[in-house]
């Protein structure tokens, strides 16, 4: 089946610092969207993109859909505490289904 | 807007009980929702595609007697768990279908005794 290849699997990193998180897949993706995972709390969307060549800013939060239209890469710029969590990325492949296919997660830790 | 609930937050209950989640959108009517399991830190698995007014369709290896799903008005879905066992404990987590997003509820954590 279809997969979401997202990495890295954990950042260590001081506050300040810019993050850089993406996911790959072999098959193309109508849409990609990522989200951000609180522990105990369900995914909040931060970013959905559309189009092949999209980028799409959230504060301090930016994305893009990959050209080929297999990957998608999601930046924090001067991460702060609270941008603690686990995001994943998600598609929906091509083809019609409704389904979402996620990535592993990425899990963001961050140093005052 | 776009919001997603999700009662209990959380549920204790014996081994051989039924469960039922509920799984509401608050703002927004879905004809469309999933429901999700999700293991400690791992991601999400879908387990099954709620369709209001039809029958969900579950995902392979997801047992349909087991997790009855009844989605009966655009705003409501519901995941029963029938006959828990410790094995079924996890995170439950719902989500609706808006255009071309799904959101999320906050989870349900169920325990089985």
């Known amino acids: 089946g279809q997969q979401l290849n997202q990495s890295p699997q954990s950042m260590f990193i001081q506050e300040g610092e810019d993050v850089s998180m993406n996911c790959t897949s072999s098959?193309?993706?109508?849409?990609w969207l990522w989200y951000k995972q609180d522990p105990g709390e369900g995914p909040v969307l931060l970013i959905a993109?559309?189009?092949?060549?999209e980028l799409t800013s959230n504060g301090r939060l930016t994305a893009q859909f990959g050209i080929t239209r297999k990957d998608s890469f999601l930046n924090i710029s001067a991460s702060i505490p609270s941008d603690v969590g686990i995001y994943f990325c998600?598609?929906?492949?091509?083809?019609?289904?409704?389904?979402?296919?996620f990535g592993k997660g990425t899990k963001l830790t961050v140093n005052p | 807007g776009a919001v997603v609930s999700q009662h209990p937050s959380w549920v204790i209950c014996k081994s051989g009980t039924s469960v039922k989640i509920e799984c509401r959108s608050l703002?927004?009517?879905?004809?469309?929702m999933f429901w999700y399991r999700q293991f400690p830190k791992q991601s999400l698995m879908l387990m099954a595609t709620?369709?209001?007014?039809?029958?969900?369709?579950?995902e392979q290896g997801v047992e349909k007697d087991k997790f009855l799903i009844n989605h009966a008005s655009l705003t409501l879905s519901t995941l029963t768990v029938t006959s828990a066992h410790p094995e079924d404990s996890s995170f439950y987590i719902c989500?609706?279908?808006?255009?071309?997003?799904?959101?999320f509820g906050p989870g349900t954590r169920l325990t089985v005794l």
């Open positions: 993109l559309y189009k092949a060549g």
């Open positions: 703002d927004f009517q879905a004809t469309t």
């Open positions: 989500s609706a279908k808006l255009y071309n997003e799904q959101f």
């Open positions: 998600a598609g929906q492949p091509q083809g019609g289904s409704e389904k979402l296919v």
């Open positions: 709620s369709n209001e007014g039809s029958k969900a369709t579950y």
């Open positions: 098959s193309i993706f109508n849409t």
